[in-house]
Structure formats: structure tokens, C-alpha cells
T-cell receptor, first 113, second 114 residues
Framework: KQEVTQIPAALSVPEGENLVLNCSFT??????LQWFRQDPGKGLTSLLL?????REQTSGRLNASLDKSSGRSTLYIAASQPGDSATYLC????????????FGKGTKLTVNP | DGGITQSPKYLFRKEGQNVTLSCEQN?????MYWYRQDPGQGLRLIYY???????QKGDIAEGYSVSREKKESFPLTVTSAQKNPTAFYLC?????????????FGPGTRLTVL
């Protein structure tokens, strides 16, 4: 059974700092991995999707990497801003046709001005 | 303007009542999903549908029912059999045929049992 873990559960950093959020998964047979952002009381916003054949994806100040063999993904946020404060979730889709995503519990990020 | 809409934003239910949460998408996606989110827990899949007139149970389907009569719509009914329905409910959709199957979410409905 696929399990997704995100550590730490919460992170507080000063504005301008570069930071890394971690995601690990137990079964390396994945189709792809998605990173989401969730603001309090809101839905999820898709940030980046990495296919199993890819090593990384970039969007603006965000860079997500994938190491399937070790069951790890990281989300790198450059030059953090208070507006980046949110909960970040990662989710993996199993290889082999399953349409289901398995989610981690998220990392709550606070960027202090 | 493409996207996923959910209504209502807030819903209050008396014990013993059935309530229906609406989810509509205009992204032309074949697949749609319902998740439940509780504090301190990850998202849990309730039901999903990969095509019109077909749906499958997720991990926590007991006490819930769905229908998929139209491609654009995937309503969720929370029945009186659901013992602890107070939660944040999220609807999502994706296009499995594009090779990415990226999942997009609606804004959510917060259900409270009085």
C-alpha cells in the first residue's frame, strides 16, 4: 500500500530565505507526482506535476525534483515571500492505470515578514 | 473561464437529514473525484468516476452516494448513515487521456452537522 509522508509538518522561516519541503513515498512504482498549495479554507491549487520519467520541473520560483529509486521528492522555493504562506501537499499516482492520488498530510509553511 | 465550481460554500445539516453537494466542471474532463478533508488528516477519497454513468468507491464510501449522469456534473449526497459528516469536502477533475492526468480542485464545501 502506497504511503506518502511529508516532514516537517510545519515550518516557519524569515522572508527571503530559500527553503526545501520534503515528500517521501513507499512504493517507487508511480505514474507521476503532484505538488499542491492550499490556503486556509480553500481548495487545492496545482503547482507542479512531475512524470515518473522526469527528474524535475520548474515554475517561477518553484522547483520540484523527483528521485523515484529513493522514493523522494522535494519542492524548492526560492526567495520566499509572506504570500507563500500556505499548506503544501504532495500526492502520488500509482503506475498501472489507477486514477487515484495518494496524499501526504502536508507541510504548513509560514513566511515571516 | 474554465474551472470547477462547488456549491454551496457552507452547508449546515441537522442529524438524520440527507444533503447533496454540487460539483460542476467546464474543463471537459472525463474523470471526477470527491475527497473529504479533516483537521490533521490527509485528503481521503470518497468516490471517483472515470466516465459518465460509471463510478467507483474510494477509501471511505460508507454513508455517501454519487451519480454521474452528465460529464460536467458529479453530485455527492451525504446520507444519514454517515456518522460523522462534519468536514471539508473537495471535488476534483482530471483528463486521463492527456497523458498527465493532472488533477484540479474546486473551492470546497464546508459541511457542519448541528
Amino acid at each position: 500500500k502506497q504511503e506518502v509522508t511529508q516532514i516537517p509538518a510545519a515550518l516557519s522561516v524569515p522572508e527571503g530565505e530559500n527553503l526545501v519541503l520534503n515528500c517521501s513515498f513507499t512504493d517507487s512504482a508511480i505514474y507521476n507526482l503532484q505538488w499542491f498549495r492550499q490556503d486556509p479554507g480553500k481548495g487545492l491549487t496545482s503547482l507542479l506535476l512531475i512524470q515518473s520519467s522526469q527528474r524535475e520541473q520548474t515554475s517561477g520560483r518553484l522547483n520540484a525534483s523527483l528521485d523515484k529509486s529513493s522514493g523522494r521528492s522535494t519542492l524548492y522555493i526560492a526567495a520566499s515571500q509572506p504570500g507563500d504562506s500556505a499548506t503544501y501537499l504532495c500526492a502520488v499516482r500509482r503506475k498501472g492505470g489507477s486514477e487515484k492520488l495518494v496524499f501526504g498530510k502536508g507541510t504548513k509553511l509560514t513566511v515571516n515578514p | 473561464d474554465g474551472g470547477i465550481t462547488q456549491s454551496p460554500k457552507y452547508l449546515f445539516r441537522k442529524e438524520g437529514q440527507n444533503v447533496t453537494l454540487s460539483c460542476e466542471q467546464n474543463l471537459n474532463h472525463d474523470a471526477m473525484y470527491w475527497y473529504r478533508q479533516d483537521p490533521g488528516q490527509g485528503l481521503r477519497l470518497i468516490y471517483y468516476s472515470q466516465i459518465v454513468n460509471d463510478f467507483q468507491k474510494g477509501d471511505i464510501a460508507e454513508g455517501y452516494s454519487v451519480s454521474r449522469e452528465k460529464k460536467e456534473s458529479f453530485p455527492l449526497t451525504v446520507t444519514s448513515a454517515q456518522k460523522n459528516p462534519t468536514a471539508f469536502y473537495l471535488c476534483a477533475s482530471s483528463n486521463p487521456r492527456d497523458g498527465y492526468n493532472e488533477q484540479f480542485f474546486g473551492p470546497g464545501t464546508r459541511l457542519t452537522v448541528l
